[in-house]
Protein backbone atom coordinates (compact mmCIF):
# COMPACT_ATOMS: atom_id res chain seq x y z
CA UNK A 1 0.00 0.00 0.00
CA UNK A 2 0.64 3.72 -0.71
CA UNK A 3 0.19 6.74 1.10
CA UNK A 4 -0.07 10.47 0.08
CA UNK A 5 0.70 12.97 2.42
CA UNK A 6 -0.29 16.39 1.23
CA UNK A 7 0.49 19.70 2.62
CA UNK A 8 0.60 23.48 2.01
CA UNK A 9 -2.70 24.48 1.11
CA UNK A 10 -4.23 27.86 2.49
CA UNK A 11 -6.35 31.03 2.44
CA UNK A 12 -4.32 33.90 0.19
CA UNK A 13 -4.98 36.92 -1.08
CA UNK A 14 -4.46 37.29 -5.46
CA UNK A 15 -1.22 38.07 -6.52
CA UNK A 16 0.10 35.82 -3.41
CA UNK A 17 2.27 32.53 -3.56
CA UNK A 18 2.11 29.06 -1.82
CA UNK A 19 3.58 25.96 -2.04
CA UNK A 20 1.98 22.78 -1.76
CA UNK A 21 4.11 19.80 -1.13
CA UNK A 22 2.81 15.73 -1.61
CA UNK A 23 5.15 12.76 0.43
CA UNK A 24 4.76 9.19 -1.02
CA UNK A 25 5.47 6.31 1.42
CA UNK A 26 4.79 2.25 1.88
CA UNK A 27 5.55 -0.33 -0.84
CA UNK A 28 7.47 1.82 -3.37
CA UNK A 29 9.54 0.29 -5.73
CA UNK A 30 9.44 2.95 -8.28
CA UNK A 31 7.77 6.46 -9.16
CA UNK A 32 6.98 7.25 -12.38
CA UNK A 33 5.29 10.55 -13.25
CA UNK A 34 4.08 12.74 -10.52
CA UNK A 35 1.07 15.53 -10.35
CA UNK A 36 -0.97 17.58 -9.74
CA UNK A 37 -5.04 18.29 -10.39
CA UNK A 38 -7.20 20.47 -9.03
CA UNK A 39 -11.25 20.84 -8.66
CA UNK A 40 -13.18 23.89 -8.13
CA UNK A 41 -16.69 23.86 -7.02
CA UNK A 42 -19.28 22.87 -9.76
CA UNK A 43 -16.25 21.89 -12.12
CA UNK A 44 -14.54 18.78 -13.61
CA UNK A 45 -10.71 17.94 -11.79
CA UNK A 46 -8.36 19.00 -14.37
CA UNK A 47 -4.58 18.44 -14.49
CA UNK A 48 -2.71 21.48 -13.47
CA UNK A 49 1.40 20.16 -13.96
CA UNK A 50 3.36 16.69 -14.14
CA UNK A 51 6.88 16.13 -13.99
CA UNK A 52 8.50 12.71 -14.86
CA UNK A 53 10.79 10.33 -13.19
CA UNK A 54 13.49 12.19 -15.62
CA UNK A 55 12.22 16.15 -14.78
CA UNK A 56 10.49 16.83 -18.00
CA UNK A 57 7.42 18.41 -16.94
CA UNK A 58 4.13 19.96 -18.78
CA UNK A 59 1.32 22.64 -17.33
CA UNK A 60 -2.16 23.25 -18.44
CA UNK A 61 -2.23 27.00 -20.18
CA UNK A 62 -3.78 28.76 -17.41
CA UNK A 63 -0.66 28.17 -14.82
CA UNK A 64 1.90 28.58 -17.55
CA UNK A 65 4.60 30.87 -15.81
CA UNK A 66 2.96 31.12 -12.84
CA UNK A 67 3.12 27.63 -11.70
CA UNK A 68 6.08 25.21 -11.19
CA UNK A 69 6.52 21.55 -10.14
CA UNK A 70 9.32 19.61 -9.19
CA UNK A 71 10.00 16.30 -7.45
CA UNK A 72 12.71 15.22 -5.21
CA UNK A 73 13.24 11.56 -6.45
CA UNK A 74 15.30 10.80 -2.80
CA UNK A 75 12.70 12.14 -0.92
CA UNK A 76 9.31 10.32 -2.93
CA UNK A 77 8.01 14.06 -2.65
CA UNK A 78 6.66 16.43 -5.26
CA UNK A 79 5.80 20.33 -5.18
CA UNK A 80 3.75 22.96 -6.74
CA UNK A 81 5.25 26.54 -6.41
CA UNK A 82 2.81 28.55 -6.89
CA UNK A 83 2.98 32.38 -7.54
CA UNK A 84 0.88 35.41 -9.05
CA UNK A 85 -2.31 33.56 -7.85
CA UNK A 86 -5.50 34.38 -9.09
CA UNK A 87 -9.17 33.47 -7.68
CA UNK A 88 -9.66 31.59 -10.48
CA UNK A 89 -7.21 28.87 -9.06
CA UNK A 90 -9.45 28.37 -6.06
CA UNK A 91 -9.76 24.90 -5.72
CA UNK A 92 -8.81 21.47 -4.18
CA UNK A 93 -5.38 20.22 -5.02
CA UNK A 94 -4.94 17.03 -5.76
CA UNK A 95 -1.74 14.57 -6.09
CA UNK A 96 -1.48 11.96 -8.27
CA UNK A 97 1.65 9.78 -8.66
CA UNK A 98 2.00 6.33 -10.81
CA UNK A 99 4.00 3.81 -8.87
CA UNK A 100 5.58 0.47 -9.57
CA UNK A 101 5.20 -1.45 -6.17
CA UNK A 102 7.42 -3.26 -4.49
CA UNK A 103 5.72 -6.26 -3.54
CA UNK A 104 4.86 -7.80 -7.35
CA UNK A 105 5.83 -5.18 -9.48
CA UNK A 106 2.58 -3.64 -10.29
CA UNK A 107 2.09 -0.60 -11.74
CA UNK A 108 -0.90 1.94 -9.83
CA UNK A 109 -2.14 4.86 -9.29
CA UNK A 110 -2.66 7.22 -6.21
CA UNK A 111 -4.06 10.10 -4.93
CA UNK A 112 -3.66 12.77 -2.44
CA UNK A 113 -6.37 13.45 -0.15
CA UNK A 114 -6.48 16.76 -1.38
CA UNK A 115 -5.91 20.29 -0.26
CA UNK A 116 -7.26 23.42 -0.09
CA UNK A 117 -6.17 26.72 -2.11
CA UNK A 118 -8.19 29.76 -2.17
CA UNK A 119 -7.99 33.08 -3.46
CA UNK A 120 -9.33 35.72 -2.35
CA UNK A 121 -9.06 39.47 -1.14
Known amino acids: QVQLVESGGDLVQPGGSLRLSCAASGSIFRINDMGWYRQAPGKERELVAT???????NYVDSVKGRFTISRDNAKNTVYLQMNSLKPEDTAVYYC???????????????WGQGTQVTVSS
Open 51 to 57: ITSGGGT
Open 96 to 110: NVDVITSVLRIRREY
